[in-house]
């Protein structure tokens, strides 16, 4: 009996924490912290508020109309040049490489138009994304362009 607890008790131990390592490495933000860079008219001194919409599935950034259930949403206010989005609650994840998408709206209250999106394949739920935006461009295919993604 005694050895078959000095034995028992080790490896109890060695899957307990080899479960919670697991698990801390699986929690992950449900939606990432987001950063933009964002460029704008050098006169022009309204920072723009932006919409945030993460699609863990890699969905189309420049799709229109409703959303599906893997879509995040969030905002965030431009300080500077910055526009910074907390990252939202976190959960168990998968850490696997996925295709991934952010699309980058403006909050004016006129449609809310895509200013501009990325597209991604990385690890799912990742902690950080970084994009640089110039909203001179028009093209919102053009005007954004992901700058580093933080697994």
């Known amino acids: 009996m005694r050895r078959t607890i000095a034995f028992g008790f080790p490896i109890f131990a060695l899957l307990i924490g080899g479960t919670a390592l697991a698990a801390a ?84 209250g006129k449609g809310n138009p895509i200013m501009g999106g990325v597209e991604w394949v990385g690890a799912w739920h990742p902690q950080q994304v970084r994009v640089t935006c110039d909203l001179r461009i028009k093209d919102a295919r053009k005007s954004c362009a992901l700058s580093d993604v933080t697994a």
């Open 25 to 108: 490495r699986s929690w992950r933000p449900v939606m990432p912290e987001v950063v933009v860079d964002v460029r704008t008219a050098d006169n022009d001194q309204n920072a723009p508020s932006l919409m945030l919409i993460y699609g863990e599935n890699g969905s189309d950034p420049f799709l229109e109309g409703v959303l599906g259930a893997e879509r995040r949403i969030s905002g965030c206010e431009t300080v500077g040049s910055l526009c910074v989005s907390k990252a939202a609650r976190g959960e168990l994840g998968s850490t696997r490489d996925r295709r991934q998408s952010l699309q980058i709206r403006l909050m004016n």
